[in-house]
């Protein structure tokens, strides 16, 4: 398994940004598919957007043309960064990483997982 720490996560009004960094122990980003996802107060935990080996990136509908999944393969580290963001993307943000090239939607995808970041949009 693969070590996650997210980090950027905070408080703000809706319309705002925010970038979240996930940065892996070891080389990943070269032959892992790493994904966000996210987890809201009494909601399943649900894909939001994922970038495999190539760079190829995949999002849920309810963010596409507002977030971009990124990475620094330098920094083995994977960003999200989180544009015209609406209260509704208030959640806590994971980061989860999986063997494969392919893309998973599915949270039983990935075998390594951050603690998590708190993202808080008010309105």
């Known amino acids: 398994q693969v070590q996650l720490v997210e980090s950027g996560g905070g408080l703000v009004q809706a319309g705002g940004s925010l970038r979240l960094s996930c940065a892996a122990s070891r080389r990943t980003l070269s032959s892992y598919t790493m994904g966000w996802f996210r987890q809201a107060p009494g909601k399943e935990r649900e894909f939001v957007a994922a970038i495999v080996w190539n760079g190829g990136t995949h999002y849920v509908d309810s963010v596409k043309g507002r977030f971009t999944i990124s990475r620094d393969i330098a920094k083995d580290t994977v960003y999200l960064q989180m544009n015209s963001l609406k209260p509704e993307d208030t959640a806590v943000y994971y980061c989860?990483?999986?063997?494969?090239?392919?893309?998973?939607?599915?949270?039983?995808?990935?075998?390594?997982w951050g603690q998590g970041t708190q993202v808080t949009v008010s309105s």
């Open positions: 989860a990483a999986r063997p494969d090239v392919s893309i998973s939607i599915r949270v039983q995808g990935y075998n390594s």
